[in-house]
Each structure stands twice: as structure tokens, then as C-alpha cells.
């Protein structure tokens, strides 16, 4: 078997195409039928169902698709390292970010990031926290920047920073005379969140205590999919929501946005990765540029984080 074999039943499990795979390689079709037909061959086994549209891999077809991801990536990753070593850095870096980050914190260094690393690649999923962890397992992705601790052994987590969160009001609502809140003060009567499956509504919850006065008759409850609808409806209602500090940023009225009394609540955002990433330092690289380019306001270890934010991201204001 050759590894151009293996890029190319990648390429229709891929695309669930053979012609589709064909163009994705640069061949012709016949060609790329004629080259997975010698593997299947040379393995005894049936990779595809062809009866199918999309083409699916069989269940041996499954199995056969990680290993040969991982075979031609480590090809791959066999270049990278030497490059790295050399004192290059360049290839591709597959990347997943969790929705609540990627809107704010890519645009805080990714030109900078491309400006310092033109032959680095990088391709970027905004994908949830579960996503993220599936893919590096199947070697789809090969880092994730997300809000951890994980419960899984086998990802590395490493910290990056820990970002405080901040309650954002609707016009006049009655904890805006107060200088801090604190988290008793909030209801989830008035709380709109994000909608399951992100891990910021999870956080959310645990922060506000007040439910012992929770109606669930209330006249108007929302779960969304961003925290830009949630800061939308904020300023069209009369409850409140809860901010991670960059997306804070580009509220144009920051009176309405109230910092917490301390310990200031946090959730910790790290760098992921799976057992086998060797590119160390693209990885430094990566993390590195990120760090420089937070807002001084960002605590970068876990002590730091419990101070007081008096005046949130009060120097873009």
C-alpha cells in the first residue's frame, strides 16, 4: 500500500464522493477508483458501500479510515517536525474553538499570528466542546481551544488565561445602582442563556443562587445560540445575561455592564490537544501570540483571576 492510496480513501470518506474525492486530489476519477480498488485488494476487504449516495465506508472501512488518518498525518507531522527542528514553522494546523470564544478572541491575534507565520495554515471549526474533544480523538482536529478542566485522560489540557465573567443589564434594571453584584443578587427569573449544549450555560446556572424564587410561568424566557442574541435582547427587555470578558467588549454602553464582588467567578480557557502532538513549538508559537495579545485585564493563573474586575475592559471605553 502507498500512502497517495490512503490519501485518497480519505478523500472519499471525506466527501462520500469518488468524484468528488477525484477533484479534491487532482486526478481523475478512474484513476482514484483504480488505486483503492488495488488496497481493497491488498487487504481483502470492502472499504466502501458503493450502493450508497453519500458513498459510507463499510464497518472494516471505519476502521481502516483512522488508521490510515493517522498513518498520513504522522507522514506529514514527520516533515513538520523536522522543519520545526531546523528552525522552521510551517504545514497546516487544524484548529476548533467553542463558539463563546471564537468571535472575540480570534480577531485579537489571528492576523497577528499570520503576519509572524506565513507558511503556517490554519484551518478553524467553530465547534462545541464535545465536538472538539471527538475530533482530536479521531485525529480530525489537531488542537482545541476551549474552557476546561475536561474529563478525559487521554486530551492534554493546558491553561492559556482565566476569564472573568461580568453581568450585562437591560436599561434600568435595579442592580445597576450597585458598584459590584454579587451572586446572590441574581435570579433566573430575569437570566437569559444560551441554549444547551454550551458549556457557558452550564456555568451560568451555577452562578445564579437565586432560584428560590423562580416562576416558570414567567410571560418570557429565551435560550439561544450566541451570546450576541442574548446581549440584543437584553437591550430590547428588561432581565439580564451573563458576559465572558471579551465578549463585553464591544458593548457600546458599558454602564450596564456590573463586575462581580470577590471572588470574582471565572472559567478557565486552555489549549487541548491528544497524546500524540509532537509540533511543540508551533504549539508555543500559537499559545504565545494569543497571551500577547489579551487585554491587560486578563488574569493569566488562577489567583490572579478571584481579584476584583473594577472596571471591565475600561480601557477601550
Request: proline share 5%.
Amino acid at each position: 500500500m502507498t500512502l497517495t492510496q490512503l490519501e485518497y480513501i480519505l478523500a472519499v470518506g471525506d466527501t462520500g464522493s469518488f468524484s468528488q474525492a477525484a477533484s479534491q486530489c487532482h486526478v481523475t476519477q478512474p484513476t482514484l477508483s483504480m488505486q483503492i480498488q488495488k488496497l481493497e485488494d491488498e487487504l481483502n476487504v470492502i472499504l466502501f458501500d458503493r450502493t450508497k449516495q453519500p458513498v459510507r465506508p463499510t464497518q472494516i472501512g471505519e476502521l481502516v479510515l483512522k488508521q490510515a488518518r493517522l498513518v498520513v498525518q504522522g507522514s506529514q507531522h514527520l516533515r513538520e517536525i523536522v522543519d520545526e527542528n531546523k528552525g522552521a514553522i510551517s504545514g497546516t494546523l487544524r484548529i476548533g474553538i467553542i463558539p463563546t470564544l471564537a468571535p472575540y478572541l480570534l480577531p485579537l491575534f489571528l492576523n497577528q499570528f499570520m503576519k509572524k507565520h506565513a507558511n503556517v495554515h490554519l484551518v478553524i471549526d467553530e465547534l462545541e466542546t464535545q465536538a472538539i474533544v471527538d475530533k482530536i480523538r479521531n485525529n480530525s482536529l489537531d488542537l482545541g481551544i476551549a474552557v476546561t478542566p475536561i474529563d478525559d485522560l487521554n486530551i492534554s489540557q493546558k491553561a492559556l488565561f482565566y476569564e472573568p465573567f461580568v453581568a450585562y443589564f437591560s436599561p434600568g434594571h435595579s442592580l445597576l445602582q450597585k458598584k459590584h453584584v454579587d451572586e446572590s443578587d441574581l435570579s433566573l427569573n430575569e437570566m437569559l442563556l444560551l441554549s444547551e449544549g454550551h458549556c457557558f450555560r452550564e456555568q451560568s446556572l451555577g452562578l445564579c443562587k437565586n432560584k428560590k424564587n423562580l416562576n416558570s410561568s414567567a410571560n418570557f424566557s429565551f435560550e439561544g445560540g450566541s451570546l450576541e442574541t442574548l446581549k440584543k435582547l437584553v437591550d430590547q427587555g428588561d432581565g439580564f445575561t451573563l458576559l465572558p470578558l471579551l465578549a463585553a467588549d464591544d458593548v457600546s454602553d458599558k454602564k450596564r455592564l456590573k463586575p462581580f464582588s470577590a471572588p470574582v467567578p471565572t472559567r478557565e480557557v486552555s489549549v487541548l490537544h491528544g497524546p500524540h502532538f509532537q509540533r511543540k513549538a508551533l504549539l508555543k508559537a500559537l499559545t504565545d501570540t494569543i497571551v500577547q495579545a489579551l487585554p491587560k485585564e486578563m488574569p493569566l493563573n488562577r489567583s490572579k483571576s478571584q481579584f476584583k474586575v473594577d472596571n471591565p475592559l475600561g480601557h477601550r471605553s
